[in-house]
């Protein structure tokens, strides 16, 4: 896809009402419902969308994230934050805690957080 295609795409996107964070999403919800459907670009840019609208003066929340292994979209999910164990279903062939197939819905947080709702919980280190 040329860089003008994925330009345009991305402003189709962002023109579409559900990919506004709803009024009591998190950025984890937020970020992993619009990683699910939209992709990762390698960048913020779903975080960075939730802050410009949520909370546009929470400028630390990039650095935050970075400190929790998340330098793209993707990362938050894969290095930061996973669903809390109470979420997750048991695998009934390798007895693995996995991630149920749909996101459930958010817990909700205040309007203007920036932190995770209480289904998630930060990853340990490996
Ligand atoms: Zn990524
Ligand atoms: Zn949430």
Redo the contacts with the bound molecule.
Sequence with gaps: MSVADEAELYLRVIADPRSEPSAH??V??YVARMVESHGCDTSLRWAQRFRELRSPTATGLERRLGSVGGFCDCEILLNGYALVRELMVRDVHTDDLEPPTELPD??GVGRTSTR??A??ERRRPQ
């Design positions: 999403e998190c984890a919800c958010c817990a995770p709702c289904n998630w």
